[in-house]
């Protein structure tokens, strides 16, 4: 199985290359492959010809995305189709990732795929058409995450928040947004178990198990870490000016697991990620 990682150097494509290491596996930056330039993606996919395309490239700043609409449209959503168009061209699967801000998180309610989207910022819709886009083409599969944290190159507020507390300094944690955690190592993990089983084309939430608040969330991580830092809990609210964020999305994975692939849940990843914090960043442990 020949994969096709675009998006290779970010969070989240950095654990997919790594969790498929021992595959024929084409890493492409951005420099090597721009979805915006469509000519590009379809040069690029007839030269390697892969067998799946895995997309792990996204406009991910939230709320420059409602200053900057155009360029979130031309890679969450247009990239996206692009992607879709050329991928079927060459036979290959498309896996594509998602997102819990599809939903507004209004209520106290943890989503199924059933559930309908309601997006309430520029980058929420941007990626809800980029879902719809991406299941246009034959066999492909849209995995939401949500909150990704560690992999080879960790950089996500769940990431800050974690080192904040291991240097002991003070640190932020929303008190009242409710999330699934995703850790990169397992979505790669579970990415590359649904391909290899095959499972049939379509919408799937792929997170760690469980429910939590940041504010849980960073209790809990400075219990592992023997931190003493202090921890602001901290509205949703009070962060002025931003794009708006669901306060309440966690997302179910059952639909997942009822094919045989299940995630950890987010206590335990959270563990493996500070141990291999405290180990100086090796391979994560298998769960």
């Given at each position: ?32 492959l ?42 969450n ?19 594509h ?6 939903f507004?998180?209004?209520g ?48 996500s ?5 974690v080192?904040?507390?291991d ?13 699934s955690?995703s850790?990169?190592?397992?979505v790669a ?25 940041w ?40 639909k ?17 990620h ?14």
């Open positions: 199985m020949k994969l096709l990682v675009v998006g290779a150097t970010g969070q989240l494509g950095s654990a997919v290359v790594e969790s498929c290491a021992d595959l024929e596996v084409v890493g492409c930056s951005h420099t090597d721009d979805v915006t330039d469509h000519r590009s993606v379809a040069r690029v996919l007839a030269d390697q010809r892969p067998d799946v395309v895995v997309n792990c490239s996204a406009f991910n700043d939230v709320d420059a995305a409602e200053h900057a609409a155009a360029c979130a449209l031309a890679v959503t247009f990239g996206v189709g692009a992607l879709a168009r050329h991928a079927a061209a060459v036979g290959a699967r498309l896996v990732y998602s997102t819990d801000f599809v507004d998180g209004r106290d309610h943890t989503y199924t795929e059933d559930d309908a989207p309601s997006p309430q910022s520029v980058y929420a819709a941007s990626k809800l058409m980029g879902e719809w886009l991406a299941q246009e083409a034959s066999r492909s599969l849209v995995f939401r995450v949500e909150s990704l944290f560690g992999g080879p190159r960790p950089r507020s769940i990431d800050r928040i080192e904040g507390l240097a002991g300094r003070e640190v932020h944690a929303f008190v009242d947004r409710t999330i955690p850790y990169v190592h397992d993990a579970a990415t590359r178990a649904a391909l290899e089983a095959e499972i049939p084309p379509g919408l799937y939430h792929c997170v760690n198990a469980g429910r939590t608040t504010y849980a969330l960073a209790v809990e991580a400075a219990r592992l870490l023997g931190s003493s830092s202090t921890i602001v809990p901290t509205p949703v609210e009070a962060i002025a000016g931003r794009a708006p964020r669901p306060t309440c999305s966690p997302l179910s994975a059952a997942l697991a009822r094919l045989g692939i299940t995630l950890p849940p987010w206590q335990d990843a959270l563990r493996r500070i141990a291999v914090r405290r180990a100086g960043g090796a391979q994560a442990d298998s769960a």
